[in-house]
């Protein structure tokens, strides 16, 4: 079945630690999206991917990292700086990107909290 | 800005009611507006996708229906079961192609 791999589905993160969450896709999608869902809040996005080897700064990028080396993989970095990176992270893909009608497609989440 | 609001925050329902969850949105210039499902602790769900030049769209149980001059749009749910009990999420795009979410209508349906 085409979907979106999100592992793993929860990860604790030390002080001063980096931590990689993976998302993959078997869809042959071009455009691949990472967001934050906070209690209380809208998802906001934080970085995002129209096409290989290719990525823009969403709304709240400042302490994340983002690789779009192959197109079915999107891995994003909570680094150091992010000082509050407790919060539930979810991973979507989407056929193309700038054509304004297309869905998008999400991962089940991986929950991100800290030691 | 450019925000998303959905009224009710939370919703509890007998089973068999119908239901309307409502969204709006601050600029009514967007692309296009989709409607998410997102059970606890789960990725959402695409329900439904209404392009800015279409009135309604329907599935099943569900009808969306959109009105961009007065920014808004409702999530119609007939007959409602408590499998539909979840969180409801009205997300927006504009031509910037990145989707603005409301922050959810949190829905009971109890038998």
């Known amino acids: 079945d085409g979907g979106i791999t999100q592992s793993p589905k929860y990860l604790f993160r030390k002080e001063g630690q980096n931590v990689t969450l993976s998302c993959e896709q078997n869809?042959?999608?071009?455009?691949m999206y990472w967001y934050r869902q906070d209690p209380g809040q809208g998802l906001r996005l934080i970085y995002y991917s129209q096409i290989v080897n290719d990525f823009q700064k969403g709304d709240i990028a400042e302490g994340y990292s983002v690789s779009r080396e192959k197109k079915e993989s999107f891995p994003l970095t909570v680094t150091s700086a992010q000082k509050n990176p407790t919060a539930f992270y979810l991973c979507?893909?989407?056929?193309?990107f700038g054509q304004g009608g297309q869905p998008q497609h999400f991962g089940d989440g991986t929950r991100l909290s800290i030691l | 800005k450019q925000e998303v609001t959905q009224i009710p925050a939370a919703l509890s329902v007998p089973e068999g009611e119908n239901l309307v969850l409502n969204c709006s949105f601050t600029d009514s210039a967007i692309y296009n507006l989709q409607w998410f499902r997102q059970d606890p602790g789960k990725g959402l769900t695409s329900l439904l996708l209404i392009q800015s030049s279409q009135r309604e769209q329907t599935s099943g149980r569900l009808n969306a229906s959109l009105d961009k001059s007065s920014g808004r749009s409702t999530l119609y749910i007939a007959a409602s079961q408590p499998g539909d009990s979840a969180t409801y999420l009205c997300?927006?795009?504009?031509?910037?192609?990145?989707?603005?979410f409301g922050t959810g209508t949190r829905l009971q349906v109890f038998p």
């Open positions: 869809l042959n999608h071009d455009a």
């Open positions: 979507a893909s989407s056929i193309d």
């Open positions: 997300a927006v795009i504009y031509n910037t192609d990145k989707l603005i």
